[in-house]
């Protein structure tokens, strides 16, 4: 892919194991014990395998399992590090914290959805705050239906150790991928190219999803007119002001966003 017409934006760095091609890897996340020593230092890695939680720390050389029972059973679907904690997603709905240590766990539950279905993706905003984006499927008849998919986005309160509903993320845009979600500011897009806030919300902050199985697709925004009265407004939903084409997902994440008529 020619990338000479393409305005690129660095959104962070990502840990990748070398040399494991076991088909139930996940992901691997990367602790240094020496934060404010400008690098180097002790270390804590965390390996996540389908149904293992492997620990590997600098100053014992070696691998050892981190046993998530009695609190769950399920197998975790993503890690973060985020103020010098571990935290885990489980495909059981399941969200734990763990210090780096691993002398305590932490559960955070994400609020209640009566009659729903529901995946979740963390987003870290910088050091600052980490968000949990919940995609919501409510069920209509115990079928679960795709065309009223709904967002509910929350941030995490480190202190209180509980998920706040927000409606505001500023001028944040979310890009969430198969390999991992990132955050960044709209202003670092080029001018015009439709990232950008509306009257009604400021744009307080747009969502895109890169990794559906199709390669069109919309931003989220909070608060979207659908024209249904039965329709709720206080959620994020897909807006058609502009249409976003996935061309790309590797190495790099290509879109190309075009105004809707």
Known sequence: M????CQILPLG???RMIGCNAKEYINVVVLPLNQEGGGGGDFVVLLNFTKVLLVYRSTEMRWRRLH???FTTATCEELFTFRGKFYAIFISGDFFAFDPHFLGLTTLKPLELPNCGSCNDLVQSGDDELFLVETIIP???????FNRLTLRVCRLDVEAGQWVVVTDIGDRVFII???GSVSCSAKEFPEGCGVSGNSILKLCGSILYTHMPWNET?????????????DDLNCWRFSRENLVTILSTSPVVALRVERCV
Do not use: A, C
Not at 139 to 145: F, K, P, W, Y
């Open 2 to 5: 020619k990338m000479n017409d």
């Open 13 to 15: 760095h990502q840990y």
């Open 68 to 70: 998530t029972q009695p």
């Open 139 to 145: 069920r209509n008849d115990d079928v679960l239906s």
């Open 177 to 179: 991928g198969e390999f």
């Open 218 to 230: 919309y931003f989220y925004k909070y608060g979207v007119e659908t024209g249904r009265e039965e």
